[in-house]
């Protein structure tokens, strides 16, 4: 069966490929600052945890280390694609739902995690690009600045970090096989006082959740 190309992977998907495979899950460990021994929770309806809170729908990750119960991180993912064409056009998709993305990080910020990030996954098909070498099947220059320079960052909450996770498929084989993931931390988020009924909602939350 052939693989499904990386820029088809349903974005939750991606998200939790993230954390959960060895290598990618390092670079996000390291690049977010994550503590060890964190618990993580994907697409988690708002709602079962602040019925009074409407937006965003779900939190794409909640991550909650029991030592330190007052500095929970949540990631609003948005994902954009770079497809095979997309070096000729300079036009990647989904560019504008970037805007979304950064009402919804916002919107976590205003719940009152600890830190608050918009992680924006760059899918870059570089699979049909056999013509160039694996250098070239990466971007960089003007279609990367225009990504990592988006307008609608301006938006963002001070205190909300800004980071971009490029995952590039290289070949026809699996991106997890034959792929590489780079996480660059354009804005750090700013640590803030957590309030303690978001702790405590979170506690109830991850109790008997294994690392």
Do not use: C
Not at 47 to 76: K, N, R, S
Not at 89 to 99: F, G, H
Request: zero cysteines; glycine letters at 8%; proline letters at 6%.
């Amino acid at each position: 069966m052939v693989p499904l190309a990386v820029t088809q992977i349903p974005e939750g998907v991606l998200a939790r490929w993230l954390f959960t495979h060895f290598v990618s899950g390092m670079s996000m460990v390291n690049g977010l600052h994550i503590r060890p021994r964190s618990l993580a929770r994907f697409a988690q309806p708002t709602a079962e945890l602040w019925p009074e809170v409407g937006f965003p729908g779900d939190l794409d990750a909640l991550i909650f280390t029991p030592e330190f119960e007052d500095e929970a991180v949540a990631i609003e993912f948005k994902r954009i694609k770079v497809k095979p064409k997309a070096w000729t056009t300079r036009l990647p998709n989904r560019m504008n739902e970037l805007e979304h993305g950064v009402s919804q990080a916002n919107a976590l910020r205003k719940i009152g995690f600890h830190r608050s990030f918009l992680a924006v996954i760059i899918a870059v098909d570089g699979s049909e690009r056999q013509d160039v070498n694996v250098f070239g099947r990466v971007i960089s220059g003007k279609l990367l600045a225009d990504i990592h320079g988006f307008e609608a960052q301006a938006k963002l909450d001070d205190s909300v970090g800004l980071a971009f996770i490029e995952v590039t498929q290289l070949g026809p084989e699996s991106f997890s096989f034959n792929g590489t993931v780079s996480v660059y931390v354009k804005r750090p988020a700013k640590g803030v006082d957590q309030p303690a009924f978001v702790t405590e909602r979170l506690r109830r939350l991850f109790a008997g959740t294994e690392s």
